[in-house]
């Protein structure tokens, strides 16, 4: 078993001990909610699922799948990939897309500003983690794909070098929604 494998069958362990510990724990008197009483387990119930779309497993899964696309489209092998005219019409075609978003957002009535009309809060700045990527991801593709190769192993790969990492984000993800719920 590689370090890799043992950290995943530990936080495994924690995520499995957490509901006797935060019962051990209100039991000796610790102000802690118990996973293992009434409302303990009808909130597990319910909320079981929801560290499949938290924001570590999403971070986990756009992490991966980017690392196999840019690896498999060698879109930064740079000596080559600057003497490709190919690699300029999608990179134009990139920047001018992105200039788009920006300058339709930055609009006075935009709906992508906040209720006051600023960029805090705004919906622009709450996607702009996955745009960016979901565009960048696009580009690579395109431009990864005319080397013969095809998508889905694009997409793939980086999942298929990693097979742990979803799984652990997963796990990561129920041990912080098991202790927020201990705590609040």
Not at 33 to 59: E, N, P, T, Y
Not at 107 to 136: E, K, Q, R, V
């Amino acid at each position: 078993m590689n370090n890799k494998e043992r950290i995943f069958v530990c936080v495994l362990v924690i995520a499995a001990l957490l509901p006797f510990l935060s019962w051990v724990l209100s039991a000796l008197g610790v102000p802690c909610k118990s996973i293992l009483d009434d409302d303990g387990l009808r909130w597990l119930f319910r909320h079981a699922s929801d560290c499949l779309h938290s924001q570590i497993v999403m971070l986990a899964l756009c992490c991966t799948m980017m690392q196999g696309v840019i690896q498999k489209s060698r879109v930064f092998s740079f000596p080559k990939t600057f003497r490709e005219p190919r690699f300029y019409r999608y990179a134009a075609v990139y920047a001018v897309v992105l200039i788009l978003i920006f300058v339709a957002a930055l609009s006075p009535d935009s709906p992508l500003l906040s209720i006051t009309g600023g960029l805090a809060g705004s919906p622009l700045l709450d996607g702009l983690f996955f745009l960016g990527w979901l565009t960048f991801m696009v580009f690579c593709l395109c431009y990864g794909h005319t080397k013969q190769e095809p998508w889905i192993k694009m997409l793939t790969y980086g999942i298929r070098q990693h097979p742990l990492a979803i799984p652990f984000s997963v796990a990561v993800s129920f041990c912080w929604q098991c202790i927020e719920y201990m705590l609040n």
